[in-house]
């Protein structure tokens, strides 16, 4: 075993953990905090896959943005700061029998494909280079079309959140 | 170097973890929480395929592009809608928004 390969395997079970925690915590603010956790093991999870650019958007979109929204959700949404009472519904077992049944699956059909083993060729030179893909983006030949219509995205999400999350009720009463 | 294998049963594993969250969770915001490991699943996913099978090309960088931004709207939406829930029900516990139920 490599190097790289025990560091993916601290990081996979870092990351799986503070997922577990995720959604097994009762505490909804902890909740949010392993949330964290387990973003940045993504973020190292991207670099080990050589798109450090990726690791850097994860960082500064999803933790930087995303987990403190939900932060701020967890702490608007609360008159005290005590989960009482289960966080989980009745029959959570069948959820958990469910996605058990799932993985097995899921990694059932992956090992019969032929392509699961597959070893990293050395990355071309041209796919680091950034400014390529920021062209690719404003190129109509290539990905024009969904770099706009995620901007249209992010547009009417905005928008809406606005509307949906404002206190009307001067307006309405 | 890692196999492709590696990172597909780790991404499989965050995603039943993330489902299960948005199953088994009475919280809206936990629920959220769920949606966005299954998300980042997704984009170790479309990164391990786009390093190990089609490297130089840069589609999978717009796919994991758009996955970002569309995971961006749906926390902004998500989010303003539990609060406008809140602020009206002043609960955010699903089981008891059943406004809808016949």
Known sequence: ?173 | MIPLSWYLIFAAALFCIGLFGVMARKNAVAILMGVELMLNAVNINLLAFWRYLYAPDFAGWTFVAIVLVAAAAETAVGLALIISVYRRRSTVVVDDLSLMKG
Not at chain 1, 72 to 88: E, I, K, Y
């Open chain 1, 1 to 173: 075993m490599t190097i790289q390969q025990v560091f993916f395997l601290a990081v996979a079970a870092i990351t799986l953990f503070a997922a577990v925690m995720v959604v097994s915590t009762r505490r909804i603010m902890h909740a949010a905090l392993w949330l964290i956790l387990a973003l940045f093991g993504v973020a190292v999870s991207f670099a080990l896959l050589e798109t450090g650019f990726f690791a850097v958007v994860q960082v500064v979109v999803y933790i930087g943005a995303i987990a403190i929204l939900i932060i701020f959700a967890v702490m608007l949404t609360r008159q005290v700061f005590l989960d009482v009472g289960p966080q989980l519904n009745r029959g959570w077992w069948i959820p958990a029998v469910l996605v058990a049944g799932l993985y097995a699956a899921l990694v059932g059909v992956l090992s019969t494909w032929s392509g699961f083993q597959t070893q990293a060729a050395a990355l071309p030179e041209a796919a680091s280079d950034l400014s390529q893909f920021g062209l690719a983006l404003v190129d109509v030949n290539a990905y024009a079309v969904p770099f706009e219509v995620a901007s249209v995205l992010l547009l009417g999400a905005l928008v809406g959140a606005i509307f949906v999350a404002s206190d009307r009720k001067g307006v309405e009463r």
